[in-house]
């Protein structure tokens, strides 16, 4: 069966049954949907059960997207209400391993000291960005990770664009300040 690369025409065979439709659509946010549950809900021991209810959700619902927005917003609003909800029912016992983190962002192309380097860099960072509220991470990571509009994350997040952009701007220099202290501590300490 052939698959579709049209958002419309996706849309369109998926809603009258097509699989290979829906493995597209699968395939083309998966990544999406992973970052905003990670930096959403955390590191959490759940994260692939979590998908996998946003993407049983997106199929049962695919018949309410009005196509007024994006379908990777709708899918991206969809992930974050799951991880939200996630979060409600199970407070404890969110975090684990943070190695799994690296396994995002690493390339086995460098040498193994500038490979050391970029995964001690991407664990600063990716701890910097945990250690902030809820909602400042989520914006930075659709934002910078994403490269999500302001628009889009305004509706993901059901805030005006206005309060997005601010939550942005006081993300950016509260993960700045923890790199900065982070970098500090690092040159005093032998």
Not at 99 to 119: G, H
Request: charged share 30%; proline share 3%.
């Amino acid at each position: 069966m052939n698959q579709p690369t049209d958002t419309r025409a996706l849309i369109n065979q998926i809603r009258h049954g097509n699989r290979d439709a829906f493995r597209t659509l699968v395939e083309q946010n998966k990544r999406l949907v992973s970052h905003v549950i990670y930096r959403t809900a955390g590191h959490i021991n759940d994260h692939e059960d979590l998908c996998q209810d946003v993407f049983i959700k997106v199929y049962q619902n695919i018949h309410k997207f009005r196509e007024d927005s994006k379908l990777s917003t709708w899918i991206a609003q969809i992930a974050f209400n799951t991880s939200i909800n996630y979060l409600r029912k199970k407070r404890p016992s969110l975090y684990e391993d943070e190695s799994r983190i690296l396994a995002t962002y690493e390339t086995n192309e460098d040498l193994p000291d500038i490979q050391i380097e970029k995964m001690d860099r991407n664990q600063r960072i990716a701890k910097a960005i945990d250690s902030l509220p809820l909602q400042m991470r989520t914006v930075i990571t659709l934002y910078h990770l994403e490269e999500m509009s302001y628009k889009e994350i305004g509706e993901i997040m059901n805030m005006p664009e206005g309060t997005m952009k601010s939550y942005l701007f006081r993300a950016r220099k509260k993960l700045k300040n923890v790199l900065s202290q982070e970098l500090e501590l690092k040159d005093i300490q032998p």
